[in-house]
């Protein structure tokens, strides 16, 4: 492991770990409990996932970004092919659902990965420099 990969030995890139579902310290496939909700900690190795902070970030990103592609395939596929509404949204919603829950385990697990392997942890107030600290200095 470089400082510029973070990877640990003998794991998988982190979007292949996340597609998988893979655990960021064994790399045994435990990460996921759900489709998209993360095991409470790996039963191979017992890491703690409670203790990253992925959250729902990706979900407002993936919603957002897949709603208006579907947007726009929805106008391109309309105007162009003129099928009847209905014949769209049957087209269109099982591709929505999909992508976006799909999308939200990748993203998810993704996030996870990252975090462990940047060892990436909420700030304290040790993280915090001082104003003055660096005054006279250097
Ligand atoms: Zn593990």
């Known amino acids: 492991m470089t ?14 770990a996340a597609l998988r579902g893979l655990c960021p310290q064994c790399g045994e496939k435990t990460l996921f409990a759900g489709f998209a909700d993360f095991a409470p900690k790996c039963s191979n190795c017992g890491l703690d996932y409670g203790q990253f902070n992925v959250g729902d970030g990706p979900t407002v990103f993936l919603t957002m ?3 208006t592609l579907a947007v726009l395939l929805g106008l391109w596929v ?5 099928p ?3 014949l769209l949204a049957v087209l269109l919603t ?6 976006t829950l799909y999308g939200l385990r990748i ?13 990436a942890k909420p700030a304290n107030t040790k993280d915090v420099i001082h104003p003055d600290h660096d005054r006279g200095e250097s």
């Open 78 to 82: 309309h105007f162009t092919f003129e």
């Open 94 to 99: 099982p591709l929505i659902l999909g992508s």
């Open 84 to 86: 009847p509404l209905w």
């Open 65 to 67: 970004g897949i709603g």
């Open 3 to 16: 400082s510029e990969d973070p990877k640990p030995e003998g794991q998988p890139g982190e979007f292949q």
């Open 107 to 119: 993203s998810k697990g993704w996030l996870l990965q990252a975090e462990y392997w940047r060892k």
